[in-house]
């Protein structure tokens, strides 16, 4: 792990280095300004490429996939709230955020970023002579993969989103808004393509046909698709390579057998973004972001993610509960990654897609496998209302605070408004999505603002 981290050092620093080099993709410039057949000489060349995307998504602290999606999702809802005042950051809290709101904006430009490089990366190995057809294959489906991620938070975010698959200015640039289906139809063919083509040996820091089979679980779903969630979900479950960590404290670990799959920290002198923002710099300092109290009082008795995911600072008296799933903000050993899709989920989506088709032995006993990782009993509940609110209670103590898992999931069991009503009062139903940013609708008057903004 370490030679791998040194590498990816090695090949930041490059490619800052060599950010003119046209034989690499130049994600700023439109079609009519570079050829994609010139992009690739070899596969070496297009593997570069997509490494690149990976430490771009990693670099910027509180950037889209580096904290920010945990950090912005965890203040809309009833995890987190901020001890600054960050007014920017104050509208995601009260649901109340601005169309103008630079943060915001950063979040689409950074996802739009990634999907074009990706975009750049499809076609150039496509129209590449210098790639074996076997290398092709892997090196598309792994750009798919990470395009198919990008579009499952942007829908998730914004509603449907514009779906670009191209690189060609003259198209992209007028793009208008897909449906919610339609976007999710193209997350689809990404991951099932995907699957079928990712190279079953590699590291997890780089997607595996699993890491496909679990995403496409978490988005089947989310689209009402039980049977298909439940066997995706299966594929890894039952692949044996998988397998729950018994310690939590080493679930978020580089060494994690949980794992499906990650990205490495490569930002000099730190670790995640996550352990640097959220764990302050001594107990006898206020964390910047503390849980919201109907979180924190919400673990069971003896739950063990509270005592291993939860740390408390007390100062002048007053407790400061902070999520401590990542420990170290700057770099140290143990390594932690950041831990995007791990198996505890695979387990939970199944016993979600198991009950909704009835099948409630087989989702209970999906349910207290998390349940007794977590040293807690089996669980009570016998019927379907029951269980289906035992999973609920379960996914908010096992995904706290972890890339807008509970945001997501209030939103798609349409429970945002009895569940929030008691901490977040000036909630509404059109706060339940972002809005697009004003400074891209002025770019592509074809955009429609979402309602209420």
Same mark, same amino acid.
């Given at each position: 792990?370490?030679?791998?981290?040194?590498?990816?050092?090695?090949?930041?620093?490059?490619?800052?280095?060599?950010?003119?080099?046209?034989?690499?993709?130049?994600?700023?410039?439109?079609?009519?300004?570079?050829?994609?057949?010139?992009?690739?000489?070899?596969?070496?060349?297009?593997?570069?490429?997509?490494?690149?995307?990976?430490?771009?998504?990693?670099?910027?602290?509180?950037?889209?996939?580096?904290?920010?999606?945990?950090?912005?999702?965890?203040?809309?809802?009833?995890?987190?709230?901020?001890?600054?005042?960050?007014?920017?950051?104050?509208?995601?809290?009260?649901?109340?955020?601005?169309?103008?709101?630079?943060?915001?904006?950063?979040?689409?430009?950074? @996802?739009?970023? #990634?999907? +074009? %490089?990706?975009?750049?990366?499809?076609?150039?190995?496509? !129209? *590449? $002579?210098? /790639?074996?057809?076997?290398?092709?294959?892997?090196?598309?489906?792994?750009?798919?993969?990470?395009?198919?991620?990008?579009?499952?938070?942007?829908?998730?975010?914004?509603?449907?989103?514009?779906?670009?698959?191209?690189?060609?200015?003259?198209?992209?640039?007028?793009?208008?808004?897909?449906?919610?289906?339609?976007?999710?139809?193209?997350?689809?063919?990404?991951?099932?393509?995907?699957?079928?083509?990712?190279?079953?040996?590699?590291?997890?820091?780089?997607?595996?046909?699993?890491?496909?089979?679990?995403?496409? @679980?978490?988005? #089947?779903? +989310? %689209?009402?698709?039980?049977?298909?969630?439940?066997?995706? !979900? *299966? $594929?890894? /479950?039952?692949?044996?390579?998988?397998?729950?960590?018994?310690?939590?404290?080493?679930?978020?670990?580089?060494?994690?057998?949980?794992?499906?799959?990650?990205?490495?920290?490569?930002?000099?002198?730190?670790?995640?973004?996550?352990?640097?923002?959220?764990?302050?710099?001594?107990?006898?300092?206020?964390?910047?972001?503390?849980?919201?109290?109907?979180?924190?009082?919400?673990?069971?008795?003896?739950?063990?993610?509270?005592?291993?995911?939860?740390?408390?600072?007390?100062?002048?008296?007053?407790?400061?509960?902070?999520?401590?799933? #990542?420990?170290?903000?700057?770099?140290?050993?143990?390594?932690?990654?950041?831990?995007?899709?791990?198996?505890?989920?695979?387990?939970?989506?199944?016993?979600?897609?198991?009950?909704?088709?009835?099948?409630?032995?087989?989702?209970?006993?999906?349910?207290?496998?998390?349940?007794?990782?977590?040293?807690?009993?089996?669980?009570?509940?016998?019927?379907?209302?029951?269980?289906?609110?035992?999973?609920?209670?379960?996914?908010?103590?096992?995904?706290?605070?972890?890339?807008?898992?509970?945001?997501?999931?209030?939103?798609?069991?349409?429970?945002?408004?009895?569940?929030?009503?008691?901490?977040?009062?000036?909630?509404?139903?059109?706060?339940?999505?972002?809005?697009?940013?004003?400074?891209?609708?002025?770019?592509?008057?074809?955009?429609?603002?979402?309602?209420?903004?």
């Amino acid at each position: 792990m370490k030679t791998i981290k040194n590498n990816l050092f090695l090949i930041f620093f490059t490619f800052m280095a060599l950010s003119s080099c046209k034989k690499f993709v130049e994600v700023s410039q439109p079609k009519n300004q570079i050829t994609t057949s010139q992009v690739f000489a070899d596969s070496t060349d297009a593997n570069a490429a997509i490494i690149d995307v990976y430490i771009n998504m990693m670099t910027s602290a509180m950037g889209y996939d580096s904290g920010g999606l945990t950090v912005f999702t965890g203040l809309s809802v009833d995890e987190l709230y901020q001890t600054s005042n960050n007014a920017v950051y104050n509208q995601f809290y009260v649901n109340n955020i601005s169309s103008t709101n630079s943060t915001n904006n950063g979040l689409w430009i950074s @996802a739009y970023g #990634y999907i +074009y %490089t990706l975009n750049a990366c499809i076609e150039g190995i496509t !129209a *590449s $002579k210098g /790639i074996q057809p076997s290398a092709k294959a892997q090196l598309i489906a792994e750009a798919r993969f990470v395009r198919a991620f990008q579009y499952f938070y942007l829908v998730n975010l914004y509603g449907g989103v514009p779906v670009v698959t191209s690189t060609d200015y003259n198209v992209t640039r007028l793009t208008g808004r897909s449906s919610t289906d339609l976007v999710y139809n193209q997350i689809i063919a990404d991951l099932q393509y995907a699957e079928s083509n990712l190279n079953n040996s590699a590291a997890f820091e780089r997607p595996t046909p699993y890491a496909a089979s679990a995403l496409l @679980a978490k988005v #089947y779903l +989310y %689209t009402g698709k039980s049977g298909l969630a439940e066997t995706e !979900a *299966s $594929k890894v /479950i039952n692949s044996g390579i998988f397998n729950l960590e018994p310690d939590l404290n080493s679930v978020f670990l580089g060494s994690s057998a949980e794992t499906i799959w990650k990205l490495l920290p490569v930002a000099p002198n730190t670790a995640t973004f996550e352990g640097l923002f959220f764990v302050p710099s001594s107990r006898s300092a206020t964390p910047r972001y503390v849980l919201a109290p109907s979180l924190f009082s919400s673990f069971e008795t003896g739950d063990q993610r509270m005592i291993n995911w939860v740390q408390v600072n007390t100062i002048a008296g007053k407790a400061y509960p902070y999520p401590y799933k #990542y420990k170290q903000g700057t770099t140290s050993s143990p390594n932690e990654d950041y831990v995007i899709l791990r198996l505890a989920d695979q387990y939970l989506i199944r016993a979600e897609a198991e009950v909704t088709q009835d099948k409630l032995t087989a989702a209970v006993a999906d349910l207290n496998v998390i349940r007794n990782r977590a040293g807690l009993p089996n669980a009570t509940a016998s019927d379907h209302a029951s269980i289906v609110a035992a999973i609920q209670r379960e996914r908010r103590s096992e995904f706290f605070c972890e890339w807008g898992n509970r945001w997501f999931d209030l939103k798609r069991w349409n429970l945002s408004g009895s569940a929030l009503s008691a901490v977040k009062s000036s909630l509404t139903a059109n706060a339940l999505v972002y809005p697009v940013p004003i400074q891209q609708i002025t770019a592509n008057p074809d955009l429609r603002q979402n309602p209420g903004y």
